[in-house]
């Protein structure tokens, strides 16, 4: 009987050690749950062993994969760490080097030394279209970079004299083109004209443009504001310091001369508006107007802005934002038009005596005005009561509550006694100059915000406009208007033998353009 159970031990051993070498799972199929929970855990542990060893094994590998991209972001963070701590440092070392650097030095240097200004052809600047076929004249050395707006490059005016193209820069660089305008192809330069405009508005107000307690009085705030020449005489219009950061602006004139040209003083007054010690607490040197339109060899038109001392706007007694009559030789003046933000272009229709007038607006409500002249009552247009434009932040903004009491913007201008815009654009284009073209009823105004021209019609016989006209995004209600954009800001535009003359602020260029 023991030999029988031996025998039967036996076999049980060889088949669980076939089992266990041969992991012949259907045998263990044939326990029940607790046998095979007792074999699992005390005959067959090896299995259990071998795939933990397996998972460790993964779980290696997957740390090891992960400690490779660990180090390799470190080091990447590193590299980024080490870059953003030299483009910081280099940050620095620029930010001290702009607060000693002054753009007016270069363009003084330039001044100084009389020298010439560079021009040729942009061929991937210039452009044509069904309406306008542009040139595009840059500048390839000695580069202006005193702007009004923009401190880099600079900001300057156009004008002509028998036939030869004048500039003048915000800094006073005045110069004419060593070729006459037709004869002009794909390159010239402009030439200096020595002047004493210096004794006027010189280093020491160009340096407060740049250098002054208030951070947000940066730029080219005090400059030349505009140019003209009517015969044998030049007139510059300029931001005085009347008395100590106290300012206005004022006008000049000297007899023109490619060689030298003295100034005198045509037109100032003793009223100015202060940096801070003024009435709205506000100040803004950008918006002081200064275009100048000669009408005839006794008298010139010419615009004045507020300077952000807005209630002078409606006082009759202040020049600040009017447009005035100056008589050239006794020196009077009188008011033609007020209520005025920043009057940036001027055009005088002879034949029916009326003025078209362009202005900045506020936040939106950029205007043409028509003007007409020599009324019993002066003409008021309504800044800072009405306005197709807001306070720069809004009604909402908590800094303009107050504002809007005093000056409350309304959007009639009729209703309260004051004339509409002829014309309105709202958002804002940041208008600049208006002409007239030699095709009746046409004209066309310059932007610098939106860097194009908008060409109009207008029949003043007929007043086939009826105000206001509102113009949004170039789409204009009621009124045929076409925008051609340019790319630029246009500063200032002259239309001379059938062509337009831009100049462009953002690369200092001197833009053709003919009328197709």
């Known amino acids: 009987m023991k030999s029988i159970i031996k025998i039967f ?57 992960f400690e490779a991209q660990k180090e390799l972001y470190e080091d990447a963070y590193k590299d980024l760490y080490e870059d953003s701590i030299e483009i910081e440092y280099n940050s620095q070392i620029l930010a001290k080097i702009l607060e000693q650097f002054d753009p007016y030095e270069l363009d003084l240097d330039i001044k100084k030394n009389n020298k010439n200004l560079e021009y040729a052809i942009n061929a991937e600047h210039s452009f044509y279209n069904n309406k306008i076929n542009t040139r595009v004249y840059s500048p ?16 300057g005016y156009l004008e002509t004299y028998n036939n030869n193209l ?36 010189g280093e020491e107000q160009f340096r407060k443009s740049r250098i002054h307690d ?60 202060h940096f801070y010690d003024n009435i709205d607490g506000e100040f803004n040197a950008h918006q002081s107007g200064g275009r100048i339109i000669n009408v005839d060899d006794q008298n ?77 009552k002066i003409p008021n247009y309504g800044w800072a009561i009405s306005s197709y434009g807001e306070h720069y932040g809004g009604k909402n903004a908590s800094y303009n509550k107050k504002k809007y009491v005093k000056y409350p913007l309304h959007k009639s201008h009729s209703e309260y006694n004051f004339i509409e815009p002829l014309i309105y ?25 939106d860097e194009s ?7 003043y016989d007929n007043k086939k406009l009826s105000t206001p006209n509102k113009v949004k995004n170039g789409n204009a209600e009621n009124i045929k208007i076409e925008r051609v954009h340019i790319g630029e800001r246009i500063r200032d535009m002259i239309y001379y033998n059938e062509k ?7 690369t200092a260029s001197i833009a053709e353009v003919s009328l197709n």
């Open 214 to 273: 208030f951070d947000w009085l940066e730029g080219g705030w005090f400059s030349i504001k505009d140019v003209n020449i009517y015969k044998d005489q030049i007139y510059v219009s300029y931001t005085r310091e009347v008395k100590e950061n106290c300012w206005n602006t004022s006008l000049l004139h000297g007899k023109m001369n490619f060689k030298l040209i003295i100034f005198e003083n045509l037109f100032t007054s003793d009223e100015c508006v």
């Open 140 to 155: 390839q050395k000695n580069i202006l970079l005193y702007g009004i707006a923009n401190q880099f490059p600079a900001s």
């Open 425 to 449: 654009f709202n958002p804002s284009i940041g208008i600049s100059q208006i002409v007239g073209l030699d095709k009746k009823n046409s004209y066309v105004v310059a932007s610098m915000k």
């Open 500 to 506: 337009l003359y831009l100049y462009l602020e953002d």
């Open 166 to 201: 004048i500039f003048i820069s915000a800094s006073g660089v005045l110069a004419y083109s060593n070729n006459q305008i037709e004869n002009i192809k794909e390159e010239f330069f402009l030439k200096q004209i020595k002047t004493n405009i210096s004794k006027f508005i």
């Open 9 to 65: 031990v036996s076999i049980f051993v060889i088949i669980l050690g076939i089992n266990f070498l041969l992991d012949l799972s259907f045998i263990d199929n044939q326990f029940d749950k607790s046998s095979k929970k007792f074999i699992t855990k005390y005959l067959t542990a090896h299995k259990n062993t071998t795939n933990l060893e397996g998972e460790i094994k993964k779980i290696k590998r997957e740390r090891n994969q």
């Open 453 to 459: 021209l908008y060409f109009f019609e207008y029949d």
């Open 300 to 376: 010139l038109f010419f615009s004045t802005g507020d300077f952000r001392s807005r209630f002078r706007a409606q006082k009759e007694d202040s020049i600040f934002s009017k447009i005035i009559e100056i008589n050239k030789t006794t020196k009077a003046y009188k008011i033609l038009s007020m209520g005025h933000r920043n009057p940036q272009g001027l055009y005088y229709n002879k034949k029916n005596s009326f003025l078209l007038e362009a202005e900045h607006g506020p936040e939106g409500g950029d205007e043409i005005n028509l003007i007409e002249l020599y009324n019993n």
